[in-house]
């Protein structure tokens, strides 16, 4: 009725209207900004319902969650210059249920509470090796000072660590004295970020009271208006706290950390004090929420969507490993019925998901370089975006930027500073189409101009510009000039999505699939039996994972390649050529899956120590066929081959009707004017195409076969000659 294109249109003429007719309406300075806002409101639709009597109390409540209680999505550069500093504006528009308190929302990481939470929990978890004796945990006083440390800093190395505790305690110096996450190839310790900016801001310089001396409901005010309020609210609180106004703007310009805890800040309030006493994470749950999700042993496995699953396994998305896990549980409760728990389950890993030592140094020293990168890129984009927290699109951006050299791929344009993280003129391509590749990997994106993109679109660098064409050969050159990684030359390089493509991507989802089945088992056991804790190692663990790798290599030793009889038809042919798969394991018929849970239920830590001396003598020099490792018993081969026979492969049936009941080129009698069959002859469905000229006169429909012969004489066809083509 306005004439309003938008809301905020509406509300300023609403505005002006309402100023025009009462001029003396004025908003006291001492509100703050939304409470300003909710008076304004008030004081317009107050106004506003004298002549509008259809505004209702629902109408108004609506208008009053859209203008207060909705956030844009957009990133634009008026918005990103109007908040302020610390504003999260990458926060996700929905945040998880908390499995332990499931009518709260998961804690920020930047509330003080959640970085106290999350330092107790690694601080708890440390072990320490002292003159090179097995790992201890630390003792109270050795906790203390780390704690300390880490409480004073934003994150603390571990040989600073190991001089307080010389300092302080004699504990000794490297290589005397070593931490168990050292061996991951960390080199520090994350601090509590929150009281460390406060704690080094309010020191006897610039500060009237010291944080050291300051009490603690005055500490715990400032912790939460850091994180929590806005610029005027945060200033007027330090002033008042004495705080120079030098530390005033360094407080005022900082960005808390992005994302979320897995509980919520009422889960961490109540398990702090047990952290802070020195227990686990898993001591802290199972005390304060006995009646956790999982938290006990279970008759069965529950379906995934069960308030009795873990908040973990209720929310995986990924369909194959749904289907996977949703598989396993029929399996699993089946042998439960029929046989009773088990005493033991073994989930065999991917063979990638164990690696020897060398090959784990080499990962952690991957994963440790490429964390550098994003880090320094992470405070590149911060300088950029004036000390806002940046995203891991904008960290994104940086890297992709710095490893082309601030280039455009695709057209060779120079990349502006300032045009870097807008978003607007230079865009993040997938080299292989997503669509149809699923490759959301770094490996293969790219920053391009926009224009460039939009012009490849859904198709490779070849499909858009042709392997010979000069643009496409300038992109090779760039990119083997920048040194960009072998994997994104070989993507620019395909011509096509090639299915062999995605195997690195099921080579993931076979990891994850691995993970989750083994936390999903566990809940059949009781919480000392399971892997998940080894301060709990008092059972024997009831679900363990072993390596493919040690699988294969011991069904080789044990001579169990080959051991699948033969395949056959119902003709009694093979289904196979034995000579393909002779003396090795066959993958087309699914009877290897069970030879492998029977080497795998027969892998006793005595048969891995064993496995252990034989490959010492290989390495000794000792000839390959003096080193033996024997199976369990002699007749195992011929045991196994006997019951081979007698498995029959189950797979998942097709619920539902995909196909036609029968074939449409079945025959159908042919029925008079009288309806009654007309013996020996019949009717069958054929395409025109198939159609020859001698079947023209044979089409049973007269209107059919008359639109059929006016077509064809139309291209030139008369009666009995061939069908033009």
Same mark, same amino acid.
């Given at each position: 009725?306005?004439?309003?294109?938008?809301?905020?249109?509406?509300?300023?003429?609403?505005?002006?209207?309402?100023?025009?007719?009462?001029?003396?309406?004025?908003?006291?300075?001492?509100?703050?900004?939304?409470?300003?806002?909710?008076?304004?409101?008030?004081?317009?639709?107050?106004?506003?319902?004298?002549?509008?009597?259809?505004?209702?109390?629902?109408?108004?409540?609506?208008?009053?969650?859209?203008?207060?209680?909705?956030?844009?999505?957009?990133?634009?550069?008026?918005?990103?210059?109007?908040?302020?500093?610390?504003?999260?504006?990458?926060?996700?528009?929905?945040?998880?249920?908390?499995?332990?308190?499931? *009518?709260?929302?998961?804690?920020?990481? @930047?509330?003080?509470?959640?970085?106290?939470?999350? +330092?107790?929990?690694?601080?708890?978890?440390?072990?320490?090796?002292?003159?090179?004796?097995?790992?201890?945990?630390?003792?109270?006083?050795?906790?203390?000072?780390?704690?300390?440390?880490?409480?004073?800093?934003?994150?603390?190395?571990?040989?600073?660590?190991?001089?307080?505790?010389?300092?302080?305690?004699?504990?000794?110096?490297?290589?005397?004295?070593?931490?168990?996450?050292?061996?991951?190839?960390?080199?520090?310790?994350?601090?509590?970020?929150?009281?460390?900016?406060?704690?080094?801001?309010?020191?006897? *310089?610039?500060?009237?009271?010291?944080?050291?001396?300051?009490?603690?409901?005055?500490?715990?005010?400032?912790?939460?208006?850091?994180?929590?309020?806005?610029?005027?609210?945060?200033?007027?609180?330090?002033?008042?706290?004495?705080?120079?106004?030098?530390?005033?703007?360094?407080?005022?310009?900082?960005?808390?950390?992005? @994302?979320?805890?897995?509980?919520?800040?009422?889960?961490?309030?109540?398990?702090?004090?047990?952290?802070?006493? @020195?227990?686990?994470?898993?001591?802290?749950?199972?005390?304060?929420?006995?009646?956790?999700?999982?938290?006990?042993?279970?008759?069965?496995?529950?379906? +995934?969507?069960? *308030?009795?699953?873990?908040?973990?396994?209720?929310?995986?998305?990924?369909?194959?490993?749904?289907?996977?896990?949703?598989?396993?549980?029929?399996?699993?409760?089946?042998?439960?019925?029929?046989?009773?728990?088990?005493?033991?389950?073994?989930?065999?890993?991917?063979?990638?998901?164990?690696?020897?030592?060398?090959?784990?140094?080499?990962?952690?020293?991957?994963?440790?370089?490429?964390?550098?990168?994003?880090?320094?890129?992470?405070?590149?984009?911060?300088?950029?975006?004036?000390?806002?927290?940046?995203?891991?699109?904008?960290?994104?951006?940086?890297?992709?930027?710095?490893?082309?050299?601030?280039?455009?791929?695709?057209?060779?344009?120079?990349?502006?500073?300032?045009?870097?993280?807008?978003?607007?003129?230079?865009?993040?391509?997938?080299?292989?189409?997503?669509?149809?590749?699923?490759?959301?990997?770094?490996?293969?994106?790219?920053?391009?101009?926009?224009?460039?993109?939009?012009?490849?679109?859904?198709?490779?660098?070849?499909?858009? +510009?042709?392997?010979?064409?000069?643009?496409?050969?300038?992109?090779?050159?760039?990119?083997?000039?920048?040194?960009?990684?072998?994997?994104?030359?070989?993507?620019?390089?395909?011509?096509?999505?090639?299915?062999?493509?995605?195997?690195?991507?099921?080579?993931?989802?076979?990891?994850?699939?691995?993970?989750?089945?083994?936390?999903?088992?566990?809940?059949?056991?009781?919480?000392?039996?399971?892997?998940?804790?080894?301060?709990?190692?008092?059972?024997?663990?009831?679900?363990?994972?072993?390596?493919?790798?040690? %699988?294969?290599?011991?069904?080789?030793?044990?001579?169990?390649?080959?051991?699948?009889?033969?395949?056959?038809?119902?003709?009694?042919?093979?289904?196979?050529?034995?000579?393909?798969?002779?003396?090795?394991?066959?993958?087309?018929?699914?009877?290897?899956?069970?030879?492998?849970?029977?080497?795998?239920?027969?892998?006793?830590?005595?048969?891995?120590?064993?496995?252990?001396?034989?490959?010492?003598?290989?390495? *000794?020099?000792?000839?390959?066929?003096?080193?033996?490792?024997?199976?369990?018993?002699?007749?195992?081969?011929?045991?196994?081959?006997?019951?081979?026979?007698?498995?029959?492969?189950?797979?998942?049936?097709?619920?539902?009707?995909?196909?036609?009941?029968?074939?449409?080129?079945?025959?159908?009698?042919?029925?008079?004017?009288?309806?009654?069959?007309?013996?020996?002859?019949?009717? %069958?469905?054929?395409?025109?195409?198939?159609?020859?000229?001698?079947?023209?006169?044979?089409?049973?429909?007269?209107?059919?076969?008359?639109?059929?012969?006016?077509?064809?004489?139309?291209?030139?066809?008369?009666?009995?000659?061939?069908?033009?083509?």
């Amino acid at each position: 009725a306005s004439g309003a294109r938008t809301l905020g249109e509406f509300l300023a003429g609403l505005r002006r209207r309402q100023l025009e007719e009462d001029p003396t309406i004025r908003i006291r300075a001492r509100h703050t900004k939304r409470e300003m806002y909710a008076k304004e409101f008030d004081l317009l639709v107050a106004e506003q319902r004298k002549h509008h009597p259809e505004l209702t109390d629902a109408a108004i409540e609506q208008l009053r969650h859209v203008v207060f209680d909705q956030r844009p999505f957009e990133m634009d550069e008026a918005r990103r210059a109007a908040a302020p500093p610390r504003a999260n504006l990458h926060r996700a528009p929905s945040v998880k249920r908390c499995p332990l308190e499931p *009518k709260e929302r998961c804690c920020p990481k @930047g509330l003080w509470v959640a970085q106290r939470f999350r +330092l107790l929990k690694e601080v708890n978890n440390l072990r320490v090796s002292v003159n090179f004796q097995p790992d201890r945990e630390l003792t109270d006083e050795e906790r203390k000072v780390v704690l300390e440390e880490l409480e004073a800093h934003e994150s603390r190395k571990f040989d600073r660590i190991r001089d307080a505790l010389q300092k302080r305690l004699g504990l000794g110096h490297d290589p005397a004295v070593q931490f168990n996450l050292e061996r991951g190839r960390r080199n520090k310790l994350d601090g509590n970020v929150v009281e460390a900016k406060l704690r080094k801001a309010f020191d006897k *310089k610039h500060a009237v009271v010291p944080w050291a001396e300051m009490p603690e409901p005055a500490k715990e005010r400032l912790r939460l208006a850091l994180v929590e309020d806005e610029d005027d609210e945060l200033r007027a609180k330090l002033e008042e706290a004495g705080l120079s106004e030098e530390k005033q703007e360094a407080l005022l310009s900082w960005a808390p950390p992005d @994302g979320y805890l897995a509980y919520s800040r009422k889960a961490i309030e109540r398990m702090l004090p047990l952290l802070e006493a @020195g227990a686990s994470e898993f001591e802290a749950v199972q005390q304060c929420y006995p009646k956790s999700p999982g938290g006990d042993a279970m008759d069965r496995l529950p379906p +995934l969507s069960s *308030k009795e699953t873990p908040i973990e396994l209720r929310n995986v998305t990924n369909p194959l490993v749904l289907r996977a896990l949703v598989e396993m549980r029929k399996v699993v409760n089946a042998v439960v019925r029929e046989h009773g728990k088990p005493a033991r389950i073994i989930v065999e890993m991917a063979r990638e998901l164990k690696q020897g030592k060398r090959e784990r140094d080499e990962y952690s020293k991957r994963v440790r370089q490429r964390e550098k990168e994003r880090e320094e890129a992470a405070s590149f984009a911060r300088q950029l975006l004036r000390g806002a927290e940046p995203s891991r699109g904008d960290i994104l951006r940086v890297l992709l930027w710095r490893e082309q050299e601030e280039h455009c791929l695709y057209t060779g344009d120079p990349i502006p500073m300032e045009a870097l993280l807008q978003g607007g003129e230079f865009d993040v391509d997938h080299i292989l189409p997503r669509w149809q590749s699923l490759d959301d990997s770094y490996m293969n994106k790219v920053l391009v101009r926009r224009s460039a993109n939009a012009g490849k679109g859904d198709r490779t660098v070849i499909q858009w +510009l042709g392997e010979d064409s000069q643009q496409y050969r300038e992109i090779l050159a760039r990119a083997k000039k920048w040194g960009l990684p072998g994997p994104k030359v070989r993507r620019l390089q395909a011509k096509e999505v090639d299915a062999d493509q995605f195997s690195a991507r099921q080579l993931n989802d076979t990891r994850y699939i691995s993970a989750l089945a083994t936390r999903y088992l566990e809940l059949l056991y009781p919480p000392e039996q399971r892997v998940g804790d080894p301060r709990l190692a008092t059972h024997p663990k009831a679900v363990s994972v072993c390596s493919g790798g040690t %699988t294969a290599e011991l069904r080789r030793l044990w001579g169990l390649e080959g051991v699948i009889p033969p395949m056959t038809d119902l003709d009694g042919a093979p289904v196979v050529d034995p000579s393909e798969t002779a003396g090795r394991k066959s993958r087309a018929d699914h009877r290897h899956h069970a030879v492998d849970a029977v080497v795998i239920g027969l892998t006793t830590p005595s048969t891995l120590g064993r496995l252990s001396h034989y490959r010492r003598a290989l390495e *000794k020099g000792a000839a390959r066929g003096e080193a033996k490792l024997p199976a369990p018993w002699p007749e195992l081969r011929h045991d196994l081959q006997r019951h081979l026979v007698h498995v029959n492969v189950s797979h998942r049936p097709r619920k539902g009707l995909y196909d036609a009941l029968h074939e449409e080129t079945f025959r159908g009698a042919v029925r008079d004017g009288r309806g009654n069959v007309v013996e020996g002859r019949f009717t %069958t469905r054929k395409a025109l195409e198939d159609l020859s000229h001698k079947e023209i006169a044979a089409i049973r429909s007269k209107e059919v076969r008359g639109i059929v012969e006016r077509r064809l004489r139309d291209l030139g066809w008369t009666q009995g000659a061939k069908l033009p083509k």
